[in-house]
Structure formats: C-alpha cells, structure tokens
C-alpha cells in the first residue's frame, strides 16, 4: 500500500517561517503530480501549490511570493518552504500526490494525515 507522511508543521509567530515535508512511501511505480492543500476552520480544503513531475509550478496567489514548493524525485517527496507566514495560513496542511502503484495501470490520488500550521499574531 501506499501512504504520504507529512512533518514540519508546528506553532509560529506571524513573520515566521516553516518547512514542511512530504515523503511518499509503499509500492510505487511512479509519482506524477506533488501538491499541498489545506483546510481552515470553517473551511474548505483548497489548493496552496502544486508541482508536476517536469517540474511545472502552481501557487494559489495568496502564497506566490511567500511559499515555494520543491521535489526529490530520488526520495519521493516533496518540501513547502513557507516565509513570512501570516496568520490566515494557520490550517491544517496536507500532502497530495497522484501516483501509480505498483502493478496498478491508473493513477490514483493519495492523501496524507495532515500537519497543523498556526501562526500567532
């Protein structure tokens, strides 16, 4: 089976900063697209930052400048650096990936648990 393990989240003062991590583990043939998601209180869960396997890069324009996403395609995960965090980033952030398992012909999207961002004000 597969799983996606994220680490790096904790509590920051605004103007802070945080790296998270990603690391997908299991029987995997192939990772296509690595992303980042995360959910507010009260909120929906929405797209921070997205990077394909060409290394193509999408950030929601609320984090463009202050976010940057990266990959090891080597280690199977995928990193968000996160500078000047302001409080309205405080969510729960979770790892997306689309992979393909190992004697499995489609891609699949898998999940992690989630990592708690809070930035104090």
């Known amino acids: 089976q597969v799983q996606l393990v994220e680490s790096g989240g904790g509590l920051v003062q605004a103007g802070g900063s945080l790296r998270l991590s990603c690391v997908a583990s299991?029987?995997?043939?192939?990772?296509?697209?690595m992303a980042w998601y995360r959910q507010a209180p009260g909120k929906q869960r929405a797209l921070v930052a997205r990077?394909?396997?060409?290394?193509?890069?999408n950030y929601v324009d609320s984090v463009k400048d202050r976010f940057t996403i990266s990959r090891d395609n080597a280690k199977n995960t995928v990193h968000l650096q996160m500078n000047s965090l302001k409080p309205e980033d405080t969510a729960i952030y979770y790892c997306?990936?689309?992979?393909?398992?190992?004697?499995?012909?489609?891609?699949?999207?898998?999940w992690g648990q989630g990592t708690q961002v809070t930035v104090s004000s």
């Open positions: 299991g029987t995997i043939d192939s990772i296509s697209s």
């Open positions: 990077i394909i396997g060409d290394g193509a890069i």
């Open positions: 997306n990936a689309l992979i393909r398992p190992t004697r499995m012909r489609n891609f699949d999207n898998y």
